[in-house]
């Protein structure tokens, strides 16, 4: 019943996406600046009920909880623009956000029958490492929860993992200049050993100043009080000796030891 009501609760949520309700929610600073990173604090975050003491996203995990208010956060505010969507899925918000803030979608998604070809405004076959459409076509990039599978290890026996170097030469390319980047993905959860390593530094270096500029790296919920923590489950942990090679084992375990999820987002421009 509550997977039912779960479900049934993100199809209203993202049939209801208003560019105008989330421009009102997410105006002015919801955040600290620390260590060079913006920190979105759970008791900080507009999404936060403080009366109720919990996050009034009304479905999905933390994490999901997390990734639904960046997107509104980042991506609500479309007017006139070219928007590419990496690896689109099923979660369509951020499209209907985009397309009602008067922007064009279109998406690439790697799961889809090559036959399928994609076009602007509609979504077809494609992926980060080959983006089917021609230079300096659009004015923002973006990939919800995509940009830590481009060069994971686990799911090699269906499909050859993608250098990470190539996937953001071939979105350069497909941007205009001065076009706009924005990625999220989970720390201490799955895909690439830098992602579940929390390795931040390493992530922040695939960005050169030679090809981005304004790299912003926001971190939603690693301060998670008052809310509940969450720890990476059973599931995800079994593929990290496949995926981790590049760490040592005190490494692993030190950060094993202390793991609690949260999400990163990487904001860029094209120079």
């Known amino acids: 019943m509550h997977s039912i009501l779960s479900s049934i609760a993100k199809r209203w949520y993202s049939f209801s996406a208003s560019p105008n309700a989330a421009r009102k929610t997410w105006d002015g600073v919801y955040w600290q600046e620390l260590d060079g990173y913006r920190e979105i604090a759970c008791r900080k975050c507009p999404k936060f009920d403080a009366r109720r003491q919990k996050c009034s996203v009304p479905f999905g995990t933390p994490l999901r909880k997390c990734v639904v208010a960046s997107i509104e956060a980042h991506l609500h505010d479309a007017k006139g623009l070219d928007v590419l969507e990496l690896g689109f899925g099923r979660f369509d918000l951020a499209r209907n956000l985009i397309r009602r803030g008067g922007g064009t979608w279109t998406g690439v998604e790697p799961r889809l029958d090559k036959s399928r070809k994609p076009s602007i405004g509609q979504g077809g076959y494609g992926h980060a490492e080959h983006i089917p459409f021609d230079d300096g076509v659009f004015d923002m990039v973006f990939g919800i929860q995509s940009f830590e599978h481009w060069g994971?290890?686990?799911?090699?026996?269906t499909r050859t993992p993608s250098?990470?170097?190539n996937c953001l030469r071939e979105i350069r390319r497909v941007l205009k200049p001065g076009g706009k980047l924005y990625l999220d993905a989970p720390i201490h959860f799955h895909g690439h050993e830098m992602f579940i390593m929390g390795d931040i530094g390493r992530i922040q270096a695939l960005f050169g100043p030679e090809d981005w500029c304004n790299v912003r790296i926001e971190r939603w919920r690693r301060d998670f009080a008052p809310l509940e923590q969450y720890p990476p489950n059973a599931k995800v942990q079994q593929e990290w000796p496949?995926?981790?090679?590049?760490?040592s084992a005190e490494q692993v375990e030190a950060m094993r030891a202390d793991a609690t999820v949260w999400l990163m987002t990487v904001t860029a421009e094209k120079t």
């Open 242 to 247: 496949l995926e981790i090679t590049d760490y």
């Open 152 to 157: 994971q290890k686990a799911y090699s026996a």
């Open 163 to 165: 250098e990470y170097s």
